[in-house]
T-cell receptor, first 115, second 111 residues
Framework: EAGVTQFPSHSVIEKGQTVTLRCDPISGHDNLYWYRRVMGKEIKFLLHFVKESKQDESGMPNNRFLAERTGGTYSTLKVQPAELEDSGVYFC?????????????FGEGSRLTVL | SQKIEQNSEALNIQEGKTATLTCNYTNYSPAYLQWYRQDPGRGPVFLLLIRENEKEKRKERLKVTFDTTLKQSLFHITASQPADSATYLCALLSGYSTLTFGKGTMLLVSP
């Protein structure tokens, strides 16, 4: 069974440009999460989808960040326009909709560098 | 404010010894607590979950304790091996179904 996949693994852009990160969760997982780790800090929650609906987006830093999950399958996280402080590693995680232990299955992350 | 604290300094131990990592939290009443392992350049990998009504959980060489009075979890790796070297993250359920992570503790096991 394929795990959570994220693309790109690394993106280098200039301040003011736009970047779109993609996450493909494990097939059948209704819950999809985005997290971010800025250097030296803890992994921080950004938002949570249940199927195609945003369950909780309290962690989104500002309106330059837009997350979508059309059709309840893969998700995209767009940063527009990117700022220097957006640099970090963006992790996607998924878990089944019901039951299970609550464990999250993480992707390998997308490293974003804003110059 | 809510806080999750893990030892910020790396823990260095010799192969074969028991490693003990600490997770302290404040202003949470978590229904459960999870531990993850993260290797450099990789995503976190789930290890163990312990619920608020459980005192201890074991899985192979791993043992987790959870003291809701002290607001503390201890994570033990017995008979440690160099392959156990990684960063270990503590995570608590906060809100509806959101996990909040500590910064993690790096463990280095020397041969």
């Amino acid at each position: 069974e394929a795990g959570v996949t994220q693309f790109p693994s690394h993106s280098v852009i200039e301040k003011g440009q736009t970047v779109t990160l993609r996450c493909d969760p494990i097939s059948g997982h209704d819950n999809l999460y985005w997290y971010r780790r800025v250097m030296g800090k803890e992994i921080k929650f950004l938002l949570h989808f249940v199927k195609e609906s945003k369950q909780d987006e309290s962690g989104m830093p500002n309106n330059r960040f837009l997350a979508e999950r059309t059709g309840g399958t893969y998700s995209t996280l767009k940063v527009q326009p990117a700022e220097l402080e957006d640099s970090g590693v963006y992790f996607c995680a998924s878990r089944p909709g019901q039951g299970g232990t609550g464990e999250l299955f993480f992707g390998e992350g997308s490293r974003l560098t804003v110059l | 404010s809510q806080k999750i604290e893990q030892n910020s300094e790396a823990l260095n131990i010799q192969e074969g010894k028991t490693a003990t990592l600490t997770c302290n939290y404040t202003n949470y009443s978590p229904a459960y607590l999870q531990w993850y392992r993260q290797d450099p350049g990789r995503g976190p990998v789930f290890l163990l979950l312990i619920r608020e009504n459980e005192k201890e959980k074991r899985k192979e060489r791993l043992k987790v304790t959870f003291d809701t009075t002290l607001k503390q979890s201890l994570f033990h790796i017995t008979a440690s091996q160099p392959a156990d070297s990684a960063t270990y993250l503590c995570a608590l359920l906060s809100g509806y179904s959101t996990l909040t992570f500590g910064k993690g503790t790096m463990l280095l096991v020397s041969p």
